[in-house]
């Protein structure tokens, strides 16, 4: 069975979801923070870029300052290269880490002595695209998916189609032209379906279904 697939992100009021250079920003108040851990303790795992892991190093878990819970969701990284930072937060906790390369990825300097366990999934391709992304892991048996960002993967995932439901909250500040877009090149307009708007905090959060 196809993976549920979320993506989740949060962005300035002109579409950027981070500083020059790809530095994190604090987009998200404290009703998005309870409303982004909800959605990670209800999957089974978290996928982001390479990026997203070497520049913002987030640990991707449930923080019980914005929602309890005792379940500690797999990661999931696209590292073409296998140039992720090891030493990042995501490994260590005790779950698995599934990270997809290309073919021509060397994975001679991954380290055995990590938290977390290692699974490396290699694509045919020199990039692993969402397609054999969604399917590695139904196989591997993960029926909900979160996908939080970066640019690269958010526009991978739904120029393929490879997605059910988008959230994106907006943050009011603005960024300008020296920020990072939502969303990378397309080679045509998608439509996405009908959005769904709510007032979050001074935010305001977009949800779209696929096919509503």
């Known amino acids: 069975m196809k993976p549920y697939v979320k993506i989740n992100f949060a962005c300035s009021m002109d579409g950027r979801i981070a500083l020059r250079g790809g530095k ?61 930072n090891y030493e990042a937060r995501v490994f260590t906790y005790p779950r698995k880490v599934v990270i997809f390369c290309g073919s021509g990825a060397k994975d001679e300097k991954i380290p055995v002595n990590l ?19 969604l399917r590695e892991l139904g196989k591997m048996g993960y029926s909900r998916i979160m996908i939080e960002g970066g640019k690269s993967v958010i526009t991978s995932f739904i120029s393929e189609g490879n997605w059910d439901e988008i959230s994106i909250f907006y943050s ?41």
């Not at 009011?172 to 439509?191: C, D, T, W």
């Open 115 to 133: 938290r977390s366990k290692i699974v490396l999934r290699k694509s045919e391709t020199s990039r692993p695209d969402s397609g054999f992304v």
């Open 24 to 84: 994190a920003f604090k987009f998200s108040n404290n009703e998005d923070l309870a409303r982004v851990h909800r959605i990670r303790s209800e999957s089974d795992i978290i996928l982001v870029g390479r990026n997203t892991i070497n520049l913002d190093d987030p640990k991707l878990v449930v923080n019980e300052k914005y929602h309890k819970s005792d379940h500690i969701p797999d990661a999931a990284i696209l590292d073409s290269n296998l140039t992720v």
């Open 172 to 212: 009011p500040v603005m960024m300008g032209e020296e920020g990072i877009p939502m969303f990378g090149v397309a080679e045509y307009p998608i439509e996405l379906g009908t959005p769904e708007v709510s007032k979050l905090g001074k935010g305001f959060l977009v949800r779209i279904k696929k096919g509503l």
